[in-house]
């Protein structure tokens, strides 16, 4: 049975009802005064424990593109107001995070925010929110575009929206589930400043890009890389339990690129946010990498220094414990359209996926995010049946 609650919820608001007023800030995007209080006590380290390869006693479950548009109440709190604006504004930005785990018995919440916040705070212009056209007035189409990016912004006072979001996260949950950071990998968010891909699929210009001006193409990505290091620092500085990695568009490089650009910033990545983090003695969290349609580098992944690593629905569970062996915890990967079907059959299918996957080092999700006309009652269903499935598999093992 689904457990999507109607009328009140566990923090005992209305669903669609505000939990804080939307800020009157506009468009601020360095922080204001931090909130210095301690953070509440985590309730449910399911997700922490299954990615540091700890026993769970059920299999934790979140998705990706939880906090958004499929949910009423993200459009009641939302209304008309632009998408970016929206990411810019720290008390709105909390309350989207949480909506899902106001409604559904996930075991993480996930910021709400976008990829593209960084090609923004290196500099480029926005002609539009995504899916209104095309994002950015200028993209990179020559070598020389390369330059005009600023790679040394001042981050906070770029993105300390961002962070000012998160610490009132952390706040505003109670300590009920971990709060997840994220950001774009270098590849997917170059493809952005590019192929201006709201604009309409032309998938093969950034990587004629990277093969006809090599030294732009690596020097785009580098400073791509440097710069989600220093988010990802950020983030995890301000209260972010545990970060994931999105290369939405990786498995377009083929092999031969993949392991050419984009493989070493994925790794440079991971070492670097750990070596700034010890810099700073800061905890270190778990890192969760998700590259779509990369079935071709399965065990590069699996040694690419993260704790997890992300599945699309394409490649089978028990395919993936044979090459990624048990060093490494899984995620995934549920097709987003089985949301479209009965709520018998997506019983059938979470409970074929979690016996395929096994009940330790595993983190359930989607095999992409959860598509904007997907009901939530279906997605209830989907988190509930990881939670019963795999509680009854821990009993009988």
């Not at 192929?195 to 093969?211: Q, W, Y």
């Not at 690593?309 to 028990?318: A, N, R």
């Not at 595993?362 to 019963?388: C, Q, W």
């Amino acid at each position: 049975m689904s457990q999507t609650l109607k009328g009140t919820n566990s923090y005992g608001t209305k669903l669609g009802e505000s939990t804080c007023r939307a800020s009157s800030v506009k468009n601020m995007a360095a922080p204001r005064t931090p909130n210095l209080k301690p953070f509440p006590p985590l309730q449910n380290d399911l997700i922490l424990r299954a990615a540091r390869g700890e026993r769970t006693e059920k299999v934790p479950v979140w998705v990706m593109r939880q906090a958004g548009r499929y949910l009423p109440e993200y459009k009641a709190a939302k209304g008309d107001k632009k998408f970016f604006a929206t990411c810019r504004d720290p008390e709105l930005v909390s309350e989207l995070t949480i909506q899902p785990v106001k409604r559904f018995p996930v075991d993480a919440a996930i910021i709400f925010s976008d990829i593209l916040v960084i090609p923004i705070a290196l500099g480029m212009k926005v002609a539009n929110d995504p899916g209104e056209g095309p994002v950015f007035a200028e993209p990179i189409l020559k070598a020389e575009d390369v330059d005009k990016l600023k790679p040394d912004f001042d981050i906070q006072e770029e993105l300390g929206y961002v962070y000012e979001a998160i610490t009132l996260t952390r706040h505003n949950l109670e300590g009920k589930v971990p709060l997840f950071g994220f950001c774009g990998a270098p590849f997917t968010i170059a493809r952005f400043m590019v192929e201006n891909v709201s604009a309409g699929p032309n998938i093969n210009r950034t990587r004629r890009f990277l093969v006809e001006c090599p030294e732009a193409g690596h020097r785009l990505l580098n400073i791509l890389k440097d710069a989600i290091v220093r988010h990802l620092v950020e983030q995890i500085a301000a209260g972010a339990q545990i970060v994931q990695v999105f290369d939405t568009y990786a498995g377009e490089l083929g092999p031969g690129l993949f392991a050419r650009y984009e493989l070493p910033m994925l790794r440079a990545i991971s070492m670097e946010v750990r070596e700034k983090l010890a810099e700073r003695k800061i905890a270190q969290v778990p890192m969760i990498l998700f590259c779509k349609d990369v079935h071709f580098a399965l065990e590069e992944l699996s040694k690419s220094g993260y704790e997890v690593v992300g599945l699309d629905w394409t490649i089978p569970p028990l395919h993936a414990r044979r090459l990624m062996g048990p060093k490494v915890t899984l995620q995934g990967n549920l097709d987003p359209v089985m949301m479209f079907t009965t709520k018998e059959e997506i019983r059938k299918a979470v409970k074929e996926m979690v016996e395929k996957f096994g009940t330790q080092r595993y983190i359930a999700n989607l095999g992409h995010g959860v598509m904007k006309d997907t009901d939530p009652d279906h997605l209830g269903e989907f988190i509930n049946a990881v939670h019963k499935y795999s509680e009854d598999m821990n009993a009988i093992s």
